[in-house]
């Protein structure tokens, strides 16, 4: 912090009286006044401000970055049944207890959270100022703000469509498409290094199965950590897949596992994970769900 500047005797008498007539022709001649009357009059905070959080249902995809990074535990994840999005998962905030931070809306990857300029949240019972997941959703607000954080957009694969037939990599001019293999299933799998892409679409308009498709994404003030996966231990259960709320996890069979049933036939085969990290948020709900330890996330709490 640079030393403030000292104030000879000059700056002692003049400079308060500088602000006083200052106060004094915008109170008196312009007519402005230097405070309002509340609660009848209210300032025009800034948009910036940090008051109470507001919640996009539809941008939300429940990935829980929020209250895991929550410095005070003041946020958590409730199971809704909507009537439009079905059966999702929305936080809830105890807005007694936050610091107003701002880093459960930096962290958000969809931008659905975001802090208002409503700052009357007083109330002699704590119980009115913990807000659920339905008391905070507004799905207009977003629209209503401009966005600091820049968004991009980037080629999305759908692992499901991809017959790794190399197209796409062949036809990138920045060449930031790997063909790479996936251990146990005989197939080739599109890595994207998305620093490194202009967004060109060549790669979405040659892909014969439409796997590829652009999509805006919203740059991170965080860096993620990223799931490891182990195959030895993964029993093929699903449970990582079903949790993850980004879609970045696929089950593929692998060729050579079927076992021999009683009747002779042969079962289906064996099922690893697969992920597609570009895709992927972050949030380690695919390790808390792995109960084979087939998942490692360093620095994230199960």
């Known amino acids: 912090m640079p030393a403030r500047k000292r104030l000879n005797s000059f700056g002692f008498v003049f400079r308060p009286m500088k602000r006083t007539g200052k106060q004094v022709w915008e109170s008196l001649i312009v007519g402005k006044p230097n405070t309002v009357l509340y609660p009848y009059h209210k300032l025009n905070l800034p948009p910036t401000y940090r008051g109470k959080h507001t919640l996009d249902f539809k941008k939300c995809i429940g990935c829980a970055n929020c209250v895991q990074i929550c410095p005070n535990d003041c946020m958590w994840m409730e199971k809704i049944e909507d ?6 998962e929305r936080p809830g905030i105890d807005m007694g207890r936050c610091l107003f931070c701002g880093l459960c809306v930096e962290v958000c990857p969809t931008v659905a959270l975001h802090e208002t300029v409503e700052f009357e949240l007083a109330s002699s019972d704590r119980g009115k100022i913990k807000f659920s997941a339905k008391e905070l959703r507004d799905d207009s607000y977003a629209d209503k703000v401009v966005e600091e954080r820049q968004k991009r957009a980037v ?12 197209k796409c990599a062949g036809e990138c001019p920045e060449m930031c498409i790997a063909m790479m293999p996936v251990e146990s299933v005989g197939k080739l799998k599109p890595e994207i290094a998305l620093p490194k892409c202009t967004a060109c679409e060549k790669c979405v308009v040659a892909c014969p199965e439409k796997a590829l498709t652009m999509k805006d994404m ?3 003030y965080f860096e993620m950590p990223e799931p490891k996966f182990i195959l ?15 879609d970045a996890i696929y089950m593929m069979e692998m060729p050579g596992t079927e076992r021999i049933l009683k009747d002779g036939k042969k079962s289906k085969p064996k099922k690893r994970a697969v992920f597609v990290l570009e895709k992927c948020v972050g949030c380690g709900k695919c390790f808390r769900a792995c109960k084979f330890q087939s998942i490692e996330m360093p620095g994230v709490k199960k």
């Open 83 to 88: 009537p439009e999005l079905g059966k999702i």
């Open 155 to 166: 080629p999305v694969l759908d692992l499901g469509k991809c017959t790794g037939c190399e």
């Open 218 to 220: 919203y740059e991170s």
């Open 232 to 246: 030895k231990n993964c029993t093929g259960c699903n449970a990582c897949a079903k949790a993850c709320p980004a």
